[in-house]
Structure formats: C-alpha cells, structure tokens
Nanobody
Framework: QVQLVESGGGLVQPGGSLRLSCAAS????????MAWYRQAPGKEREVVAT???????NYIDSVKGRFTISRDNAKNTVYLQMNSLKFEDTAVYYC??????????WGQGTQVTISS
C-alpha cells in the first residue's frame, strides 16, 4: 500500500497562515494526481486543490488566491500553503493520491482550526 502522512495542522488566528505537508512512501513523480481534501464538522468531504504530474493545478473557488498546492518530487512531498485563513477553513485536511486506473490512497488527516 502507498502510505501518505499529513502534517502541519494546528490552531491559527483568522488571517494567519499554515503550510500542510503530505509525505508519500513512493515517488510522487509516478503518481498522476495528488490532491488535498477537507471535511468540516457536519459537512461532506470536498476537494480543495489538485496537482497533476505536469504541475498543473486546480482549486475550489473559495480558496483561490489564498491557497497554493505544490510538489517537491525530491522529497516525495506535496504541500498546501494556506494564507489569509478564515473561520470557514476549519476542517480536517486529507491528502489523496490517485494512481492510474483510478486506485486511490488517503492519509489519516490533519486538523486545521481557525479561531480568535
């Protein structure tokens, strides 16, 4: 199994920043799609950002201009830089890898809490 381990979550005030990391047990250069999802209390899990092997990215509208997904192939790590954080960004954030033929792997999640 491909292992994904998230880190970097925590408590931050509105307007602050966090950088989440997703460390993979295999070369991410061989993974077609990496993504960050989040799930807020009582809400469905939603995709936040995706990055493909060409480094093309996509974002949910609510985070455009504030979040940046990036990839460091040398470290087998995907990042989510989160700036100008808002209360509604509070959620558990999950890393996902999608292989060829649609096989997916998930990390265990990391909690992000925005509070005054």
């Amino acid at each position: 199994q491909v292992q994904l381990v998230e880190s970097g979550g925590g408590l931050v005030q509105p307007g602050g920043s966090l950088r989440l990391s997703c460390a993979a047990s295999t070369s991410i250069a061989n993974i077609p799609i990496m993504a960050w999802y989040r799930q807020a209390p009582g809400k469905e899990r939603e995709v936040v950002a995706t990055i493909v092997s060409t480094s093309s990215t996509n974002y949910i509208d609510s985070v455009k201009g504030r979040f940046t997904i990036s990839r460091d192939n040398a470290k087998n790590t995907v990042y989510l830089q989160m700036n100008s954080l808002k209360f509604e960004d509070t959620a558990v954030y999950y890393c996902q890898a999608t292989m060829v033929l649609g096989r997916t792997y998930w990390g265990q999640g990391t909690q992000v809490t925005i509070s005054s």
